[in-house]
Protein backbone atom coordinates (compact mmCIF):
# COMPACT_ATOMS: atom_id res chain seq x y z
CA UNK A 1 0.00 0.00 0.00
CA UNK A 2 1.42 3.34 -1.12
CA UNK A 3 1.08 5.42 1.82
CA UNK A 4 3.09 7.93 4.32
CA UNK A 5 2.39 8.11 7.89
CA UNK A 6 3.95 10.52 10.44
CA UNK A 7 4.91 10.15 13.54
CA UNK A 8 6.39 12.06 17.02
CA UNK A 9 3.86 15.03 17.18
CA UNK A 10 2.95 16.08 20.77
CA UNK A 11 2.73 19.46 23.17
CA UNK A 12 6.40 20.86 23.55
CA UNK A 13 7.10 24.30 25.40
CA UNK A 14 8.49 27.31 23.92
CA UNK A 15 12.40 27.06 23.02
CA UNK A 16 12.48 23.03 23.33
CA UNK A 17 12.87 20.33 20.64
CA UNK A 18 10.79 18.00 18.50
CA UNK A 19 12.01 15.17 15.62
CA UNK A 20 8.91 14.47 13.91
CA UNK A 21 9.36 11.23 11.25
CA UNK A 22 7.55 9.65 8.54
CA UNK A 23 8.08 6.22 7.08
CA UNK A 24 7.26 5.62 3.50
CA UNK A 25 5.33 2.44 1.57
CA UNK A 26 4.50 0.92 -1.17
CA UNK A 27 6.90 2.92 -3.45
CA UNK A 28 10.92 3.43 -4.40
CA UNK A 29 11.29 6.10 -1.35
CA UNK A 30 15.32 6.64 -2.70
CA UNK A 31 13.88 7.98 -6.20
CA UNK A 32 11.59 10.78 -4.87
CA UNK A 33 11.88 14.44 -2.98
CA UNK A 34 10.26 14.65 -0.06
CA UNK A 35 8.65 17.69 1.83
CA UNK A 36 7.25 18.89 4.93
CA UNK A 37 4.06 21.34 4.95
CA UNK A 38 2.59 22.53 7.88
CA UNK A 39 -1.18 23.66 8.80
CA UNK A 40 -1.60 25.67 11.52
CA UNK A 41 -5.46 25.40 13.33
CA UNK A 42 -7.59 26.78 11.11
CA UNK A 43 -5.46 28.39 8.53
CA UNK A 44 -3.65 27.55 4.77
CA UNK A 45 -0.80 25.39 4.05
CA UNK A 46 3.11 26.60 4.56
CA UNK A 47 5.50 24.71 3.03
CA UNK A 48 8.02 23.96 5.24
CA UNK A 49 11.34 22.54 3.69
CA UNK A 50 12.27 19.78 1.24
CA UNK A 51 15.01 17.44 0.68
CA UNK A 52 16.32 15.75 -2.70
CA UNK A 53 15.93 12.14 -3.46
CA UNK A 54 19.53 11.91 -2.02
CA UNK A 55 19.51 13.86 0.68
CA UNK A 56 22.14 16.28 -0.82
CA UNK A 57 20.15 19.17 -1.47
CA UNK A 58 17.48 21.10 0.98
CA UNK A 59 15.87 23.98 1.26
CA UNK A 60 13.77 25.75 3.91
CA UNK A 61 10.92 28.81 4.46
CA UNK A 62 12.57 31.51 5.57
CA UNK A 63 10.09 31.05 8.16
CA UNK A 64 12.33 28.00 10.13
CA UNK A 65 15.36 28.63 8.64
CA UNK A 66 17.80 27.95 10.93
CA UNK A 67 15.75 25.65 13.50
CA UNK A 68 14.71 23.51 11.33
CA UNK A 69 16.73 20.34 9.61
CA UNK A 70 15.05 17.99 7.28
CA UNK A 71 16.91 14.71 6.92
CA UNK A 72 16.48 11.04 5.21
CA UNK A 73 17.50 7.49 5.63
CA UNK A 74 16.65 6.08 2.46
CA UNK A 75 17.51 2.83 4.38
CA UNK A 76 14.53 3.29 5.95
CA UNK A 77 12.63 4.68 3.66
CA UNK A 78 12.07 7.60 6.22
CA UNK A 79 12.27 11.06 6.37
CA UNK A 80 12.73 13.35 9.15
CA UNK A 81 12.25 16.65 10.41
CA UNK A 82 14.50 18.36 13.66
CA UNK A 83 12.52 20.82 14.82
CA UNK A 84 14.61 23.52 17.44
CA UNK A 85 14.17 26.35 19.32
CA UNK A 86 10.12 25.95 19.07
CA UNK A 87 8.12 28.97 18.97
CA UNK A 88 4.17 29.59 19.75
CA UNK A 89 3.80 29.89 15.90
CA UNK A 90 4.92 26.79 14.77
CA UNK A 91 1.77 25.16 16.15
CA UNK A 92 0.25 23.07 13.62
CA UNK A 93 -0.51 19.97 11.64
CA UNK A 94 2.73 18.64 9.47
CA UNK A 95 2.39 16.65 7.21
CA UNK A 96 4.88 15.17 4.62
CA UNK A 97 4.39 14.96 1.18
CA UNK A 98 6.14 13.23 -1.69
CA UNK A 99 7.27 15.04 -4.62
CA UNK A 100 9.21 15.14 -7.89
CA UNK A 101 10.78 11.72 -9.01
CA UNK A 102 14.26 11.55 -10.07
CA UNK A 103 15.17 9.47 -12.88
CA UNK A 104 18.23 8.06 -12.37
CA UNK A 105 18.42 7.17 -15.91
CA UNK A 106 17.80 10.53 -17.40
CA UNK A 107 19.23 12.60 -14.89
CA UNK A 108 15.75 14.38 -14.62
CA UNK A 109 13.21 15.27 -12.05
CA UNK A 110 9.73 15.04 -13.25
CA UNK A 111 6.46 15.50 -11.59
CA UNK A 112 6.94 18.54 -9.23
CA UNK A 113 3.63 18.42 -7.65
CA UNK A 114 3.11 16.94 -3.88
CA UNK A 115 1.07 13.35 -4.88
CA UNK A 116 1.10 11.55 -1.76
CA UNK A 117 0.62 12.90 1.70
CA UNK A 118 0.12 11.53 5.18
CA UNK A 119 -2.17 12.51 7.53
CA UNK A 120 -0.31 14.56 9.53
CA UNK A 121 0.92 14.72 13.19
CA UNK A 122 -0.22 17.41 15.33
CA UNK A 123 2.65 20.13 16.97
CA UNK A 124 1.47 22.09 20.31
CA UNK A 125 4.14 24.79 21.19
CA UNK A 126 3.19 26.07 23.99
CA UNK A 127 4.21 26.43 27.85
CA UNK B 1 9.20 36.58 -1.75
CA UNK B 2 6.59 35.29 -4.16
CA UNK B 3 2.64 35.50 -3.71
CA UNK B 4 -0.37 33.82 -4.31
CA UNK B 5 -3.75 35.62 -3.65
CA UNK B 6 -6.70 33.60 -3.87
CA UNK B 7 -10.27 35.02 -2.83
CA UNK B 8 -11.32 33.52 1.08
CA UNK B 9 -14.14 32.29 -0.39
CA UNK B 10 -16.39 31.16 -3.13
CA UNK B 11 -20.24 29.54 -3.14
CA UNK B 12 -21.95 27.69 -6.20
CA UNK B 13 -25.20 25.96 -6.52
CA UNK B 14 -24.98 22.21 -7.29
CA UNK B 15 -25.01 21.41 -10.97
CA UNK B 16 -23.63 24.77 -11.76
CA UNK B 17 -19.95 26.27 -12.67
CA UNK B 18 -17.60 27.32 -10.27
CA UNK B 19 -14.35 29.17 -11.04
CA UNK B 20 -11.77 29.63 -8.42
CA UNK B 21 -8.97 32.03 -9.59
CA UNK B 22 -5.17 32.59 -8.51
CA UNK B 23 -2.99 35.27 -8.66
CA UNK B 24 0.80 35.73 -9.15
CA UNK B 25 2.98 37.91 -10.84
CA UNK B 26 3.51 36.64 -14.24
CA UNK B 27 2.26 33.30 -13.06
CA UNK B 28 0.98 32.42 -16.84
CA UNK B 29 4.80 31.32 -17.03
CA UNK B 30 5.39 29.25 -14.89
CA UNK B 31 3.23 26.15 -13.84
CA UNK B 32 0.18 26.49 -11.13
CA UNK B 33 -1.07 23.05 -9.52
CA UNK B 34 -4.40 22.69 -7.36
CA UNK B 35 -5.69 20.95 -4.18
CA UNK B 36 -8.22 20.12 -2.58
CA UNK B 37 -8.57 19.61 0.93
CA UNK B 38 -12.15 18.59 2.83
CA UNK B 39 -12.52 18.94 6.38
CA UNK B 40 -10.37 16.68 8.50
CA UNK B 41 -8.28 15.32 5.36
CA UNK B 42 -5.18 15.42 3.92
CA UNK B 43 -5.26 17.67 0.52
CA UNK B 44 -5.38 16.10 -2.72
CA UNK B 45 -3.79 17.30 -5.88
CA UNK B 46 -6.72 17.65 -8.59
CA UNK B 47 -4.35 19.83 -11.26
CA UNK B 48 -1.18 19.76 -11.92
CA UNK B 49 0.86 21.45 -14.63
CA UNK B 50 -2.10 24.25 -15.25
CA UNK B 51 -4.60 21.67 -16.75
CA UNK B 52 -3.49 18.12 -16.06
CA UNK B 53 -5.48 16.05 -14.11
CA UNK B 54 -4.59 12.97 -12.30
CA UNK B 55 -5.62 9.54 -12.67
CA UNK B 56 -8.95 9.32 -10.79
CA UNK B 57 -9.78 12.88 -10.90
CA UNK B 58 -12.95 13.42 -12.13
CA UNK B 59 -13.11 15.16 -15.63
CA UNK B 60 -15.68 17.97 -14.04
CA UNK B 61 -12.29 19.31 -12.85
CA UNK B 62 -10.23 21.81 -15.36
CA UNK B 63 -7.73 24.28 -15.12
CA UNK B 64 -5.52 27.29 -17.25
CA UNK B 65 -3.27 29.74 -16.84
CA UNK B 66 -3.22 32.75 -18.59
CA UNK B 67 -1.18 36.60 -17.47
CA UNK B 68 -0.84 36.84 -14.11
CA UNK B 69 -3.66 34.47 -13.16
CA UNK B 70 -4.76 30.55 -12.68
CA UNK B 71 -7.94 29.52 -12.87
CA UNK B 72 -9.65 26.05 -11.31
CA UNK B 73 -13.02 25.36 -12.75
CA UNK B 74 -15.54 23.11 -11.58
CA UNK B 75 -18.02 22.27 -14.00
CA UNK B 76 -21.69 20.42 -12.66
CA UNK B 77 -20.23 21.09 -9.19
CA UNK B 78 -21.39 18.31 -6.79
CA UNK B 79 -21.94 18.71 -2.93
CA UNK B 80 -18.81 16.57 -2.86
CA UNK B 81 -16.97 19.01 -3.92
CA UNK B 82 -16.94 21.60 -0.64
CA UNK B 83 -13.85 21.56 0.32
CA UNK B 84 -10.83 24.42 0.44
CA UNK B 85 -8.96 24.30 -2.69
CA UNK B 86 -5.30 25.51 -2.94
CA UNK B 87 -2.76 26.93 -5.73
CA UNK B 88 0.68 26.09 -5.17
CA UNK B 89 3.21 27.56 -7.52
CA UNK B 90 7.32 27.13 -6.98
CA UNK B 91 9.83 30.18 -6.64
CA UNK B 92 12.91 28.65 -7.64
CA UNK B 93 13.17 25.29 -5.44
CA UNK B 94 10.69 26.94 -2.78
CA UNK B 95 7.22 25.87 -3.41
CA UNK B 96 4.52 28.62 -2.21
CA UNK B 97 0.79 28.47 -1.57
CA UNK B 98 -2.28 30.24 -1.74
CA UNK B 99 -3.83 31.35 0.93
CA UNK B 100 -7.07 28.66 -0.03
CA UNK B 101 -10.58 29.26 -1.11
CA UNK B 102 -13.59 27.62 0.75
CA UNK B 103 -15.95 26.22 -1.96
CA UNK B 104 -19.57 26.25 -0.45
CA UNK B 105 -22.24 24.25 -2.75
CA UNK B 106 -25.68 25.40 -1.85
Known amino acids: QVQLVESGGGVVQPGRSLRLSCVAS????????MHWVRQAPGKGLEWVAVISYDGSNKYYADSVKGRFTISRDNSKNTLYLQMNSLRAEDTAVYYC????????????????????WGRGTLVSVSS | SYELTQPPSVSVSPGQTASITCSGD??????AYWYQQKPGQSPVLVIYQDSKRPSGIPERFSGSSSGNTATLTISGTQAMDEADYYC?????????FGGGTKLTVL
Open chain 2, 88 to 96: QAWDSSTAV
Open chain 2, 26 to 31: KLGDIY
Open chain 1, 97 to 116: ARGAYYDILTGYYRGWYFDL
Open chain 1, 26 to 33: GFTFSSYT
